[in-house]
């Protein structure tokens, strides 16, 4: 395609944008282009965050001892008995003598790290750039995962640490590639770009269970430790190749074409000529700010309560060893993953379109995320003792679940796309609390009865109500516009 242009020829000009509009827009415009490089690095980031975050929670499993139970005691009576929960006592040998609570505190670890910091991490993004932050985020989490094996031996206490560590790595992957997208992102593109990029998330849940689960069961330096060697090995490549691939704007990268670069620049909302004061005022008193902050916390509860119920409701009500049986449960993030994707290759087209504005296609993403995941969350409480029933409900509401980040996820790029990546480390701080109040819930509600049929039926009504008061708090309060406080001087806002 030609690339010459001359600045001094006002035809030359539009012909040049015409035809930079018609090349990018095409599929092949956008596979070829550096900001889908930026897309599938970000995917693979995620995906790479995620699975050093859950895999400890199946490498657990395997690095300690499993005390022995009688049957009465771990398995519902009204439900037929797996064959893996068939055994009246069973032993499993680990590495470790670590007691239930200490478990506890280890799987609980990461989230105190990873609340702490996401607010400083917005900032500094708006003030240095994501690359490096979202890149050193996955590097450091990629070195401390290399070390989780040596540092369990020292102690759980070291693990604890190491793992608080952790989630102070990846506090800033969320604000810092927010930041990102709000730069590389075309108007036109944003919901397919912040979606797939993030998707990596749900990818990392469905391919670490298995993979981890599997691992364990080899006998080379007893398994466990693989999982983390791969997952930290495979961060540390991964961050080689970010630092050559990627750059914080289209005016900084070496390798952009002009054609793309003017693409993205007409279709930006973003100054980036100089630093602007964040206008703290004006965010926190802006209800579509609250709106994004209440439907992140309810979505992401939901989300937590999806991880963690179902594993527990299968094992705890329906008898049934999910460890035993990881394609089973990473068949409800496939859902997820493709209903991320669908929504947003929708949205977009919907929006370029001229069909829905931007404030109605966001509203009811997130919406019909929030009410028809929870309404298959409950069916799945209905379920009976069918688990294959359980799972399929399951992952029809993750599949609807995904349409959030369509919705919330990707709401803070229209309305505030010069200071993003600050708004979504605010409103991601929230939400990181539902890690510690998700467990919590569940464990007030089943505490008489951690077998009880009604009683996880009453957990999932309780999570769905959370997801449901979300998404009717988004459709009352939420804007897909640019707002008054979030612009600058030195663009026009599109009408």
């Keep these: 395609m030609e690339e010459s242009f001359s600045s001094d020829d006002s035809s030359g000009s539009k012909i040049f944008v015409a035809r930079a509009y018609e090349y990018h827009e095409t599929f092949k415009g956008r596979l070829f282009s550096t900001r ?43 439900c037929p008995v797996r064959e893996s929960n068939s055994s009246s006592n069973y032993a499993e040998e680990g590495t470790f003598d670590w007691s239930t609570t200490q478990q506890a505190n280890v799987l609980g670890a990461f989230y105190y790290g990873y609340m702490i910091t996401q607010i400083p991490a917005g900032y500094l993004a708006s003030k240095y750039g ?8 996955v590097f450091m989490t990629g070195v401390l995962t290399l070390f989780t094996p040596p540092v369990s031996y020292l102690g759980v206490n070291w693990l604890i640490v190491i793992r608080v560590f952790e989630g102070i790595a990846e506090s800033a992957t969320f604000p810092a590639f927010s930041h990102l997208i709000s730069r590389w992102a075309p108007k036109n593109e944003r919901s397919m770009m912040a979606a797939l990029s993030a998707s990596g998330s749900s990818f990392g849940n469905m391919i670490t269970q298995p993979i981890i ?60 000529s100089k630093s602007h004061a964040i206008p703290w005022k004006g965010m926190l008193t802006s209800l579509p700010f609250y709106a994004i902050l209440v439907a992140g ?40 993953f493709i209903g991320a994707i669908l929504t947003s290759q929708i949205t977009d087209f919907l929006l370029n379109r001229r069909y829905v504005s ?3 296609i966001r509203k009811f993403n997130q919406f019909a995320s929030a009410v028809l ?10 379920a009976g003792c069918n688990s294959a029933l359980a799972v399929f409900f399951i992952s029809v509401g993750l599949l609807f679940y995904g349409m959030n980040f369509s919705g919330f996820y990707c709401n803070s790029i229209d309305i505030a796309p010069q200071f993003a990546g600050v708004l979504f480390g605010i409103t991601n701080t929230f939400s990181t609390t539902t890690g510690f109040l998700a467990p919590i819930m569940v ?40 707002q008054p406080w979030a612009i600058t001087d030195s663009f026009q806002v599109e009408t």
């Design 36 to 78: 889908f490089q930026l897309v599938m690095m970000g995917f693979l980031g995620f995906f790479l965050v995620y699975s050093m975050r859950v895999n400890i929670s199946v490498a657990l499993v395997a690095m300690t001892f499993t005390e022995s139970y009688d049957d009465n005691d771990t398995i519902n009576e009204n």
């Design 130 to 137: 994501g690359k490096h932050l979202f890149g050193f985020g």
């Design 213 to 272: 689960g599997y691992l364990c069961t080899l006998d080379l330096w007893s398994g466990w430790p693989l999982g983390f060697y791969g997952n930290g090995l495979l961060a540390i490549i991964w961050y080689i190749v970010w630092c050559f691939v990627v750059f914080d704007s289209p005016d900084t990268h070496p390798r952009i074409s002009e054609c793309e670069k003017q693409f993205i620049k007409n279709n930006s909302q973003v100054d980036e």
């Design 297 to 336: 916390f309810c979505s992401i509860f939901m989300n937590y309560g999806m991880m963690s119920c179902l594993p527990q409701y299968l094992s705890n009500v329906l008898n049934f060893d999910i460890a035993a049986n990881g394609f089973l449960s990473a068949i409800p993030w496939l859902g997820c």
């Design 358 to 360: 931007t404030t109605f």
């Design 373 to 382: 995941s929870g309404v298959f969350l409950v069916l799945a409480g209905y």
């Design 443 to 482: 464990n007030k509600i089943t505490q008489d009865n951690i077998h009880s049929s009604e009683l996880w039926l009453h957990t999932f009504y309780a999570f769905a109500a959370v997801s449901w008061f979300g998404g009717f708090t988004f459709l009352l309060l939420a804007s897909g516009n640019i």
